[in-house]
């Protein structure tokens, strides 16, 4: 009975997906009214100080949006077990 | 001979008996740049004289009795990336144009001159080679050979252009998640991303040091391998090429794929592909009687990993710039590089960890199979200034994600031919994946299927060529 009414939702996102694709992982378009502060904007302004970069206003929107993309993306690997003696891809040798 | 489409074997072979000459032959890719690259819009700087002195010079040692080269009088470009004695070196970019004159050629194009060939030009790409799409708002899209309203694909856009159009039959590009791969299948041609360290990237312009490759562009399997034997072995003014050996390939390539065991690749790269794709890899498979299907374990995070480290070195790479210049850059490229420049060192350190552990798993899965196909592309050519495609029921920037099933490979350095499938209305491309410094191997699958005629370098419908010039 649990496993009939999970294929129907199933069916009914499947439906929803096909009439409208979800709009993820895409930074916001220019002009789009601007979102509201979170802790991008607080990453955004000390970067930018700490690393004396300038970020124009209208850039802004951009920035955060490809941050939160790069967040988005390392989620998938950041908290992936690893062992603390596991070795950094690029091998320095003197 | 026709050598606005001869394969550079068959140009090189009757400069070599006297059939045609080195002048003859560059002067027509000459007049084929002035005619059609106002509208493909490949080429950044054409090289005229250099070019006809060249071919002069190789004509003279034919005249002598000298040997001449495997790739005597072939023409070929070179994304602007590379150094080009006498000229900056844009990578795309509008900054660029204030350096200095490079006082030298990049290493990989003195290989291929060592061995006969002219380089005519440099090739138009994506700025900095942050780009999948071969748009550039500095210099112009390059356009698509096969319909010129689409992108060439990027950021070796100028690279698959020239080839596909029949300008020149050998192009160099790079390749850092998918940029000489994306491009080849997009226009249709055939592309070689070495294994990282096999090709000297000594003076041409980096973007991610620890993810960059150089390679070909061609329109046959044999012309790939003849300018990936002339460009092979060690340089010292590259830290990262590899002290090997020169393991030449194309006498080897006629082996086929006669022995070798071939499997496809599943679960990630069978998930948001385009029925086109799907189609192209179901031909390739097809022709070589591949059923067997593997998994590349954790594919996804791989790619996302690849992401990261990219963004990260790319902001290091041009933060002065970004600091000074940041007007000058394509907007586009400026606020992935920004936010690049402000990803924690913590990710980048685990991503390249990660990146370690992959390339054991993967590595693993050699010791059962010697190729995997894969889509090179989700889709077919997408319109030029197409901002976004759905995948799987989500809708992406194309931007970004038209190397989708290229960076989870690049990754982790192996050895890549895309081979294009002939579809009809556009060409797409098809990955054969070898196993580290196996380039022969995925040359042998290349050229087993060309000779199936399940790929092949299909030529633009001169129909719909002028259909675009009116």
């Given at each position: 009975?649990?496993?009939?009414a999970?294929?129907s939702?199933?069916?009914?996102?499947?439906?929803?997906?096909?009439a409208?694709p979800?709009?993820?992982?895409?930074?916001?378009?220019?002009?789009?009214?601007?979102?509201?502060?979170n802790?991008?904007?607080?990453?955004?302004?000390?970067?930018?100080?700490a690393?004396?970069l300038?970020?124009?206003?209208?850039?802004r929107?951009?920035v955060?949006?490809n941050?939160?993309v790069?967040?988005a993306?390392?989620e998938?690997?950041a908290?992936?077990?690893?062992?603390?003696d596991a070795?950094?891809a690029?091998?320095?040798?003197? | 001979?026709d050598?606005?489409?001869?394969?550079?074997?068959?140009?090189?072979?009757?400069?070599?008996?006297?059939?045609?000459?080195?002048?003859?032959?560059?002067?027509?890719?000459?007049?084929?740049?002035?005619?059609?690259?106002?509208v493909?819009?490949?080429?950044?700087?054409?090289?005229?004289d250099r070019?006809?002195?060249?071919?002069?010079?190789?004509d003279?040692?034919?005249?002598?009795g000298?040997p001449?080269?495997?790739?005597?009088?072939?023409?070929?470009?070179?994304?602007n990336l590379f150094?080009v004695?006498?000229?900056?070196?844009?990578?795309?970019?509008?900054?660029n144009?204030?350096r200095?004159?490079?006082?030298?050629?990049?290493?990989?194009?003195?290989?291929l001159e060592a061995?006969g060939?002219?380089?005519v030009?440099?090739?138009?790409?994506?700025e900095?080679?942050?780009d999948?799409?071969g748009?550039n708002?500095?210099?112009?899209?390059?356009?698509n050979?096969?319909?010129?309203?689409?992108?060439t694909?990027?950021?070796?856009?100028?690279?698959?252009?020239a080839?596909a159009?029949?300008?020149?039959?050998?192009?160099?590009g790079s390749?850092?998640?998918?940029?000489?791969?994306?491009?080849?299948?997009?226009c249709?041609?055939?592309?070689?991303?070495?294994?990282?360290g096999?090709?000297?990237?000594?003076?041409?312009?980096p973007?991610?040091?620890s993810?960059?490759?150089?390679g070909?562009?061609a329109?046959?399997?044999?012309?790939?391998?003849?300018?990936?034997?002339?460009m092979?072995?060690?340089?010292?003014?590259?830290?990262?090429c590899?002290?090997?050996p020169?393991?030449?390939?194309?006498?080897?390539i006629?082996?086929?794929?006669?022995g070798l065991?071939?499997a496809?690749a599943?679960?990630?790269?069978?998930?948001?592909?385009?029925?086109?794709a799907q189609?192209?890899?179901?031909?390739?498979?097809?022709?070589?009687?591949v059923t067997?299907?593997i998994?590349?374990?954790?594919?996804k995070?791989?790619r996302?990993?690849?992401?990261?480290?990219t963004?990260?070195?790319?902001?290091?790479?041009?933060?002065a710039?970004?600091?000074?210049?940041?007007?000058?850059?394509?907007?586009?490229?400026?606020?992935?590089?920004?936010?690049?420049?402000m990803?924690?060192?913590a990710?980048v350190?685990?991503?390249?960890?990660?990146?370690?552990?992959?390339?054991?798993?993967?590595?693993?899965?050699?010791?059962?199979?010697?190729?995997?196909?894969?889509?090179a592309t989700?889709?077919?050519?997408?319109?030029?200034?197409?901002?976004?495609?759905v995948?799987d029921?989500?809708?992406?920037p194309?931007?970004a994600?038209?190397?989708l099933?290229?960076?989870?490979?690049s990754?982790?350095?192996?050895?890549?031919?895309?081979v294009?499938?002939?579809l009809?209305p556009?060409?797409i491309?098809?990955q054969?994946?070898?196993?580290?410094?196996?380039?022969?191997?995925?040359?042998?699958?290349?050229y087993?299927?060309?000779?199936?005629g399940?790929?092949?370098?299909?030529?633009?419908?001169p129909?719909?060529?002028k259909?675009?010039?009116?």
């Amino acid at each position: 009975m649990a496993k009939r009414a999970k294929s129907s939702k199933s069916k009914v996102r499947a439906r929803r997906a096909r009439a409208k694709p979800r709009v993820a992982a895409m930074p916001p378009k220019p002009g789009r009214k601007a979102a509201q502060r979170n802790s991008l904007d607080d990453l955004v302004d000390a970067a930018a100080r700490a690393l004396d970069l300038p970020v124009a206003p209208q850039w802004r929107g951009a920035v955060k949006g490809n941050l939160a993309v790069t967040f988005a993306l390392a989620e998938l690997f950041a908290d992936f077990p690893l062992p603390d003696d596991a070795e950094p891809a690029p091998v320095f040798s003197a | 001979m026709d050598t606005a489409w001869a394969p550079a074997s068959e140009i090189a072979a009757a400069v070599a008996d006297g059939r045609t000459s080195a002048s003859a032959v560059v002067r027509a890719a000459l007049a084929r740049i002035v005619a059609d690259d106002p509208v493909l819009n490949a080429f950044t700087a054409v090289l005229e004289d250099r070019s006809l002195a060249k071919a002069r010079a190789i004509d003279a040692a034919r005249l002598a009795g000298r040997p001449l080269g495997a790739l005597a009088g072939v023409p070929f470009a070179v994304k602007n990336l590379f150094d080009v004695a006498g000229l900056p070196t844009l990578a795309g970019s509008k900054i660029n144009c204030e350096r200095a004159p490079a006082m030298r050629d990049a290493t990989l194009i003195e290989r291929l001159e060592a061995h006969g060939a002219v380089l005519v030009g440099a090739l138009n790409m994506g700025e900095y080679a942050y780009d999948f799409t071969g748009e550039n708002v500095h210099y112009g899209p390059s356009r698509n050979p096969h319909d010129v309203a689409r992108m060439t694909g990027g950021s070796s856009g100028g690279s698959g252009g020239a080839v596909a159009g029949g300008l020149v039959p050998l192009a160099l590009g790079s390749d850092t998640n998918g940029s000489i791969r994306v491009p080849a299948s997009l226009c249709g041609v055939f592309g070689l991303k070495p294994t990282y360290g096999r090709l000297s990237r000594a003076h041409t312009f980096p973007f991610v040091a620890s993810l960059d490759h150089l390679g070909p562009l061609a329109r046959s399997t044999r012309d790939l391998a003849l300018a990936y034997d002339a460009m092979q072995g060690h340089d010292g003014d590259d830290p990262v090429c590899a002290p090997r050996p020169v393991e030449p390939v194309a006498a080897e390539i006629a082996r086929g794929s006669e022995g070798l065991r071939i499997a496809i690749a599943g679960d990630y790269f069978r998930a948001g592909a385009f029925p086109e794709a799907q189609t192209a890899l179901a031909r390739v498979a097809a022709a070589l009687g591949v059923t067997t299907e593997i998994e590349l374990p954790e594919a996804k995070r791989a790619r996302a990993a690849a992401y990261v480290i990219t963004a990260a070195e790319g902001g290091a790479l041009h933060l002065a710039r970004l600091r000074t210049r940041a007007h000058d850059f394509d907007p586009a490229v400026r606020d992935r590089l920004i936010a690049g420049a402000m990803i924690p060192a913590a990710l980048v350190t685990k991503a390249q960890k990660f990146r370690r552990w992959y390339r054991e798993q993967v590595l693993a899965l050699f010791a059962g199979v010697d190729a995997v196909l894969a889509p090179a592309t989700p889709c077919t050519a997408p319109r030029i200034g197409q901002q976004t495609f759905v995948l799987d029921g989500v809708e992406l920037p194309v931007r970004a994600n038209l190397g989708l099933y290229t960076q989870p490979i690049s990754f982790i350095g192996l050895p890549v031919v895309a081979v294009p499938v002939p579809l009809e209305p556009l060409p797409i491309g098809v990955q054969i994946i070898a196993a580290p410094w196996r380039e022969d191997v995925a040359l042998r699958v290349a050229y087993a299927l060309e000779q199936s005629g399940a790929v092949a370098a299909s030529r633009p419908s001169p129909e719909r060529d002028k259909r675009a010039r009116r």
